[in-house]
């Protein structure tokens, strides 16, 4: 079976948030997107999402790598839900590295041209409700 | 603060799932959406959602009743994706009620006339990873 154009996106993606390369990050966002930046704090549109990745950088000293567990992806609309598991890598002051898994929820959606962009990106998945 | 217009939207919808109206629950649906029927089931399409909901009606025994707990919703593209807690109360055989909490993630679109409809239905949120 082939993989779904979304999971390509979604990897390459993380790639350049674990690049730090920020300008080719901006290219999988339409340009009201939303991105939850932690619970509670949302960054809307392509210029509040630029700054939110440049303080996670920061916040996680420029060492941050991403990669991507097991995945859904649910059609429908010319949107895509996608459930999916996220392992966060940061570096610790001691030189170990620290992993988080989250189960984030994207939502991406199908332009007239055929291009996917990712509309809503919740890293947070359903522990939103708890978390505010 | 006023609540989403989805909230009442997603309200209604419930109201129609525990009095088994379906014709109405049809309409908060866009034609090509999807439903989770459950793990590894989906329904898409009205057709199949309407049948869907048929089954699920007598596998509940015509008892089921759905109310909503805390609720999130993220706007982004003209799409908004709903994280919210979902309580399904069922009769058992014994004259007792079962109530069953799911964290549920819904997608809905904004169309050009300015209606939200639901394009992806999923009540099991991020626990599809583990359940399929």
């Not at 996220?86 to 170990?96: I, K």
Request: glycine share 6%; hydrophobic share 40%.
């Amino acid at each position: 079976m082939t993989a779904h154009p979304i999971k390509h996106l979604i990897e390459a993606a993380d790639r350049a948030i674990s690049a730090q390369d920020f300008e080719t990050l901006m290219a999988f966002y339409a340009d009201d997107a939303t991105l939850v930046v932690r619970p509670g704090l949302n960054a809307h549109g392509k210029d509040q999402i630029l700054q939110a990745f440049h303080r996670i950088a920061e916040h996680f000293k420029h060492g941050l790598d991403v990669t991507q567990g097991e995945m859904q992806v649910l059609e429908g609309g010319d949107t895509a839900l996608v459930i999916m598991e996220t392992l966060l890598h940061s570096p610790e002051a001691d030189g170990s590295t620290t992993e988080t898994r989250r189960r984030a929820t994207y939502v991406f959606r199908k332009y007239p041209d055929g291009q996917w962009l990712c509309v809503v990106d919740n890293s947070y998945g359903t522990d939103l409700l708890t978390q505010v």
